[in-house]
């Protein structure tokens, strides 16, 4: 069977429908053996409501449900280019990010800050936390449209992401999981990406992406990108203020810009994150849930938590600019 998660269960705005539930059609059925039997309906409300929640299947393993995210016919992708700490699990399946428990992800869409992203991602809840650590999701076509019009206007062109690796961020090493200076610098050219070494070894990279997309498949546009991350206001102030006097503005470890490489005031993405958080879904996990989203269509968070909290991530279907 298949419902709207009720509004005890949800919290979230008026006209948004996500997550679908999907629940078994008997006791002690197994996700992977419902696969082939729920494989139409999911790719159907994944098409038009962006997202599943698959709750009350039988997952026992890690691998389980691997076999159940390949199952959908696409290979499961490396975490390259990454922007935030993982862990690989196992093949095409990696921890969730490994920030500090009491630190609040913002919502964005998986690897909207490059010019090639994975289509399907999914989530898989092994141990809910306790307290808090829910996963929020948003519909990314209803944040384009409540959008301010100035904001869509001015991001239209694109925005400019400015990273310098080290200390004070994930090192290059390991986002672009090697040691090889000539293997960044072939990655780099095939994605668009300008790059430079400094006079102590560490990279500085420069990419102009997408900030509004249009779905390939529905052709509807979506808000896709993490400049809300990316921008020197999304840090803390007392952080910000002290990594501006160490480093200077164009050292932080990463900013974004607009296109032309302008800065962007503070008050645009505290608008933009406005904007977010009206459109933001929020349900409790159960242990064994699995969340299924179309990467363009819906984006996600995390909540701070406390006790112990595991979700594992797989992505898969890349598409993009390059």
């Known amino acids: 069977m298949n419902e709207l998660l009720t509004r005890f269960e949800r919290m979230g705005p008026a006209g948004c429908d996500l997550p679908v539930l999907i629940t078994p059609a008997g006791l002690d059925e197994s996700l992977l053996d419902a696969q082939a039997r729920l494989r139409p309906e999911i790719e159907g409300h994944l098409s038009t409501v962006g997202g599943v929640l698959l709750r009350g299947f039988k997952v026992p393993s890690v691998q389980h449900f691997q076999q159940f995210a390949a199952s959908f016919g696409h290979p499961l992708l490396a ?100 040691e090889s200076r000539a293997e960044v610098e072939a990655f780099c050219r095939r994605a668009d990406i300008r790059w430079a070494w400094n006079d102590e070894g560490e990279l500085r990279t420069t990419q102009l992406c997408q900030s509004i997309e249009t779905h390939p498949g529905t052709g509807e546009k979506v808000w896709f990108n993490q400049g809300h991350l990316f921008h020197i206001s999304n840090l803390q102030p007392e952080v910000r203020e ?47 849930d699995v969340l299924m989203l179309d990467n363009m269509l819906a984006a996600h968070a995390r909540t701070p938590f406390k006790g112990p909290r595991k979700v594992v991530v797989a992505m898969a279907e890349p598409h993009g600019n390059l």
């Open 79 to 178: 975490y390259e280019f990454a922007s935030t700490p993982r862990s690989a699990v196992d093949a095409g399946v990696y921890t969730s990010t490994e920030y500090p428990a009491h630190q609040h992800i913002p919502l964005h869409n998986e690897q909207a800050y490059t010019r090639e992203w994975p289509m399907k991602i999914w989530f898989h809840c092994v141990t809910a936390s306790p307290v808090g650590g829910e996963t929020p999701i948003a519909d990314s076509r209803m944040v384009y449209r409540r959008m301010p019009a100035h904001i869509r206007e001015r991001f239209e062109p694109g925005l400019l992401y400015v990273r310098n690796y080290g200390d004070f961020d994930v090192p290059w090493q390991k986002v672009f999981n090697t």
């Open 242 to 288: 002290s990594l501006e006097e160490l480093l200077g503005i164009e050292n932080v470890p990463r900013n974004v810009y607009y296109a032309d490489g302008s800065p962007i005031p503070d008050a645009v993405f505290e608008e933009v994150r406005g904007v977010l958080a009206e459109a933001t879904v929020t349900f409790p996990w159960q242990d064994g």
